[in-house]
């Protein structure tokens, strides 16, 4: 059962465009969403965050925009850069939970100079 | 910075044999994790421990064991490798909600 989906596998935008990557999940008591950057044969680095009690966060060229409602994220990236070429991880976790964070399969994108 | 490390980058090991890949945190963070990914299957959690000597299981815990003696040491064990375990192998050490990565090791089972 996969609690935490990103059904894009892959994406790819023009250099200077808006690249937006979408992530929907499905427990409602998650409370707390992170974004994560992987270069290959590099670990995944931390990117933005997003608790549940907001529905905006913002820094510099990200944006992550959480819809409570219809359990959806998404990270918007402007403008987008051929640097941002990577994949991406929604994760998911809540407060009384385990210790865990719920991963979702990532998405390539890449940016096209 | 956080930074959390693991011994190898590249291991290439063969069917049979013991594996030990360690990983090592600097911010006296309790819990750590151990991660496979494989393309198009993501992160995938092997173990995790939220304390000394604590470990708890994750998604596809099966044929490994983990060990942690000290706080800033994890160790995740391959008793007997196989091919299908031949993977990215990235360890995570955990503060608040954020994860800290290590740079990964890709073993190679042959």
């Known amino acids: 059962d996969q609690q935490v989906k990103q059904n894009s596998p892959s994406l790819s935008v023009q250099e200077g465009r808006i690249s937006i990557l979408n992530c929907d999940y499905t427990?409602?008591?998650?409370?707390?969403f992170l974004w994560y950057k992987k270069y290959p044969a590099e670990g995944p680095t931390f990117l933005i965050s997003?608790?549940?009690?907001?529905d905006k966060n913002e820094d510099g060229r990200f944006t992550v925009f959480l819809n409570k409602s219809a359990k959806h994220l998404s990270l918007h990236i402007v403008p987008s850069q051929p640097g941002d070429s990577a994949v991406y991880f929604c994760?998911?976790?809540?407060?009384?939970?385990?210790?865990?964070?719920?991963f979702g399969k990532g998405t390539k994108l890449t940016v096209n100079p | 910075d956080v930074k959390v490390t693991q011994s190898s980058r590249y291991l290439v090991k063969r069917t049979g044999e013991k594996v030990f890949l360690e990983c090592v945190q600097d911010?006296?963070?309790?819990?750590m994790f151990w991660y496979r990914q494989d393309p198009g299957l993501g992160l995938r959690l092997i173990y995790f421990?939220?304390?000394?000597?604590?470990?708890e299981k994750g998604d596809i815990p099966e044929g490994y064991s983990v060990s942690r003696e000290k706080k800033e040491r994890f160790s995740l064990i391959l008793e007997s490798a196989s091919t299908n375990q031949t993977s990215m192998y990235l360890c995570?050490?955990?503060?608040?909600?954020?994860?800290?990565f290590g740079p990964g090791t890709r073993l190679t089972v042959t």
């Open positions: 995570a050490s955990k503060k608040q909600y954020e994860q800290y």
């Open positions: 427990n409602s008591m998650f409370d707390y």
């Open positions: 997003i608790s549940s009690i907001k």
């Open positions: 994760a998911a976790s809540y407060e009384g939970g385990s210790e865990k964070l719920v």
């Open positions: 911010m006296d963070h309790e819990n």
């Open positions: 421990s939220y304390d000394v000597k604590m470990k």
